[in-house]
């Protein structure tokens, strides 16, 4: 109960921070000239949106950081709140925001205008951060491998694991990113997953990563503040490539990564659903499997709204974050 207390707490202290500086940071944005830039072969309901303050993510990214540091720097008066692990998905947060970041500003100030960082470069900028983080995660950190729900002890993959947990973090990190398309989308099921990710660490005891997860989840919520309809600013690839990379960071810690696929079911299936259209796309020289890629937009070529997009893939995001939480706790 005071592991649940003290995330909960955390939780509200990331929303209060992210919120009281998100005024200044939209006014920074603003005055930096650094405003979304729209697709021409988006849906025409999104010209409205071009010019919004994007890079938003550093309003979350940042108090998420300073809770982390400084709850570990009070280790050092004998205070014991977050634990040194919690430094490495901090740390992939950092890293994979850095690659989001210089990809934003080139895609709207750079060189790149309107294309962003080269895709060869940005992929394997991931790559080598996610095989770091999952070189951690085997020799140092030492967390378990896998579980298989319903199974109480780890199952061991040997050196297997570390390919496998370096796929789960650059897989998540461009799921979330692809899923970063409409107001308050990616946070709020972004918010969802990492608050499942969250409980699960607590009930299996692993109060560090529980209260990392929830600090996160507050500071989104000050995010979706100013992210939800119509949207005052975007997180961009500062955003979006971070927490995909950090959620499956968290995942890979509890060891039930395997879950992802139905707490992170929305992303997946964006994911899933760009794959497949640009597969068929290929095979049938020319034809469309959906209407446009990703999924969300696919439904608003069918006449939903953006609101009823995004709240009814939140609904589902939930409903399947709970079936998740309900297997890993079998």
């Not at 560090?208 to 503040?225: K, S």
């Amino acid at each position: 109960m005071k592991d649940t207390s003290l995330a909960l707490a955390l939780s509200g202290l990331g929303f209060v921070l992210s919120v009281i500086w998100g005024g200044p940071l939209i006014r920074i944005l603003k005055a930096m000239k650094i405003g979304k830039i729209i697709r021409v072969e988006g849906p025409d309901s999104h010209i409205s949106k071009m010019r919004t303050p994007t890079m938003g993510g550093v309003m979350f990214i940042l108090p998420v950081m300073l809770i982390t540091v400084l709850l570990n720097a009070a280790s050092l008066l004998g205070l014991t709140v977050l634990g040194r692990s919690i430094m490495l998905p901090m740390a992939v947060m950092v890293g994979y925001a850095l690659i989001g970041m210089v990809d934003d500003w080139e895609g709207i100030r750079g060189p790149r205008r309107g294309l962003g960082m080269r895709a060869r470069t940005k992929f394997l900028l991931q790559v080598i951060l996610a095989v770091a983080a999952a070189l951690v995660l085997y020799y140092i950190l030492q967390v378990p491998q896998m579980y298989w729900p319903g199974a109480r002890a780890s199952i061991s993959l040997g050196t297997w694991y570390i390919p496998l947990a370096a796929l789960v973090i650059v897989a998540m990190s461009n799921a979330v990113n692809l899923t970063d398309g409409l107001d308050g989308l990616a946070g709020l099921i972004s918010a969802t997953a990492f608050a499942a990710y969250g409980g699960i660490a607590l009930l299996q005891g692993d109060a560090y990563v529980g209260r990392f997860c929830f600090t996160i989840v507050g500071a989104l919520f000050g995010f979706l503040w100013f992210n939800v309809h119509p949207a005052m600013l975007y997180m961009g690839d500062t955003g979006a490539l971070a927490l995909g990379a950090v959620l499956g960071v968290v995942a890979l810690m509890t060891g039930h990564w395997l879950l992802l696929p139905l707490i992170a079911v929305i992303p997946v299936a964006n994911a899933m659903s760009d794959i497949l259209q640009v597969g068929y796309f290929k095979l049938t020289k020319g034809k469309r499997l959906f209407k446009m890629a990703p999924l969300h937009h696919h439904f608003e070529l069918s006449g939903w709204s953006e609101t009823q997009v995004v709240q009814r893939f939140w609904l589902v995001g939930l409903l399947f974050a709970m079936f998740g939480i309900a297997l890993a706790m079998v």
